[in-house]
C-alpha cells in the first residue's frame, strides 16, 4: 500500500474527544485519515464539545464520508487501509459489529476491516456492563477486533483530563504501529524510582 490510510469511526457513546484526540494526533503523520460519524455521535457533540463545530472537526480529516453513503470507498475491501478505529464506541455499535449488521456506514466499514483481515480497534465506552457486553466483545475479539477501553494510566502523573484523553487514545494508535513520539511509555521516557526495593507492578 503507496498511501497508509486508517479509517476513523466516532459513535454516540460519552467521549467525542476521544475521536478528536485521535484525528489531532494523526494529523502531523504521513497517514491518510478518512473519517465517518454516527448520528448518534453528532448529537453527543453537541454536549460534550459544544464550542467546537463539526466543520472543525471534520476539517482535521483527510476524508470525511457521510454515514448513510453506504457505497464509499472505505465499505469496499478493495480500498486498502491499515485498520479501523472506533472511537469512543457505544454498546449499539459494538452490537452491530459482532452481529454483522452493516446498517451504516460506520459499521459496514468496520465489518470489512473484519472480513479483510485488517485491524479494528474498538474503544468501547459503557459502565457497568452486562452480559450482552461482555459476550459481544468476546463476539468481537474472537472475530479478529480488539476491545481497548479508554481505561486512564495513573502511573504518567497526569496534569489534565487532556493528558488522560491523549494517552489513551496513542495507546489505541499503538496496535496499528503508529507510533506517537510525545506517548509516556514505562521504563522509557517516564522519570521512574528503579530502585531494587520499588514496588513492581502486578
Known sequence: MATQRIIIGISGATGFAYGIKALELLKPLDIQTHLVISKAAQIT?????PNTSLAQIESLADKVYPVNNIGAAI????????GMLITPCSMRT???IAQGLSDNLLTRAADVVLKERRRLVL?????PLNLAHLKNMET???MGGVICPPVPALYQHIA????IITHSVARAL?????DIPSL???????????????ASRA
Not at 499503538?174 to 503508529?178: A, R, T, V
Open 45 to 49: 457533540r453537541a454536549y460534550e464539545v
Open 140 to 142: 468481537v475479539t474472537l
Open 160 to 163: 489534565s483530563i487532556d493528558d
Open 184 to 198: 509516556p511509555r514505562w521504563g522509557e521516557d517516564l522519570h521512574l524510582n528503579t530502585k531494587p526495593n520499588n
Open 174 to 178: 499503538d496496535l496499528f504501529g503508529i
Open 75 to 82: 465499505a469496499s475491501g478493495s480500498f486498502k487501509t491499515m
Open 123 to 127: 474503544m468501547v465506552r459503557e459502565s
Open 94 to 96: 459494538l452490537a452491530s
